[in-house]
């Protein structure tokens, strides 16, 4: 069982960039991959990108590539997502998730544990 909690989420404009983390609780975070997700008012939740167990291999939905980064540090059971050139279509609530595999994958089916979200504005 992994207990999620995102921070960092809050109003940001157009061009500029945020860092959202999330913390772990649990033994095992070490062998997970993790996942960050998005949902924006009226749509689906979406994939943003995920990064394997070790931190060695990310991957990231085209809609972000270029942009975004994910990052993880074991030692403190925390994911990064760090957003620079932000959108207004990235305005959503970002969750992240947590996969019982080493290596993650792009659906939401995939992740079995998942945080609260923490919102993201983006003003143009």
């Known amino acids: 069982q992994v207990q999620l909690v995102e921070s960092g989420g809050r109003l940001v404009q157009a061009g500029g960039s945020l860092r959202l983390t999330c913390t772990a609780e649990?033994?095992?975070?070490?062998?997970?991959?993790m996942g960050w997700f998005r949902q924006a008012p009226g749509k689906e939740r979406e994939f943003v990108g995920a990064?394997?167990?070790?931190?060695?291999?990310?991957f990231f939905a085209n809609s972000v590539k270029g942009r975004f980064t994910i990052s993880r540090d074991n030692a403190k059971n925390t994911v990064y997502l760090q957003m620079n050139s932000l959108k207004p279509e990235d305005t959503a609530v970002y969750y992240c998730?947590?996969?019982?595999?080493?290596?993650?994958?792009?659906?939401?089916?995939?992740?079995?544990?998942w945080g609260q979200g923490t919102q993201v504005t983006v003003s143009s």
């Open positions: 998730a947590a996969d019982n595999t080493p290596l993650g994958g792009w659906t939401i089916e995939e992740y079995n544990w």
């Open positions: 649990g033994r095992r975070f070490g062998e997970y991959a």
């Open positions: 990064i394997t167990w070790d931190g060695g291999y990310t």
